[in-house]
């Protein structure tokens, strides 16, 4: 059985994926981490394969969700540690998702070299102007 974020739906003709679910479900998470954060992290690190197939996911897709997504998980690692929290922790999806987060940076950090080197130039100045 699929997860369910990768199911679509037909709409007026052609198959759109379910973004707007994605959406939902990143806001959710983020809103249940500031309303019980303590409950909230352990659903976090207790699904962490869940979690990381879900990221892995959304790497190539949406940026908004899988930003708010590590921004959870990165709050839920903080909590764990400060709250002496006992969770069992699956260390073969804690790899994954080091390695999708590693990999992520390095592209980051190598598309804001690449950032740097273009030209810099302030608006209505210069050839580029649209």
Request: net charge positive; proline share 6%.
């Amino acid at each position: 059985m699929r997860p369910w974020w990768q199911y679509g739906y037909i709409s007026g003709g052609g198959w759109k994926f379910r973004s707007t679910y994605i959406y939902l479900a990143s806001d959710c998470v983020v809103l249940l981490l500031k309303a019980a954060p303590r409950e909230a992290t352990m659903g976090l690190l207790t699904n962490l394969p869940k979690l990381s197939a879900l990221l892995d996911s959304l790497k190539h897709g949406a940026p908004l969700p899988l930003t708010r997504l590590l921004y959870s998980l990165a709050f839920s690692c903080r909590q764990y540690l400060t709250q002496g929290m006992i969770l069992p922790i699956s260390v073969p999806a804690l790899m994954r998702v080091e390695a999708l987060v590693s990999s992520l940076a390095d592209a980051a950090s190598c598309v804001g070299a690449e950032l740097q080197c273009l030209p810099r130039q302030r608006c209505g100045e210069g050839a580029g102007q649209l």
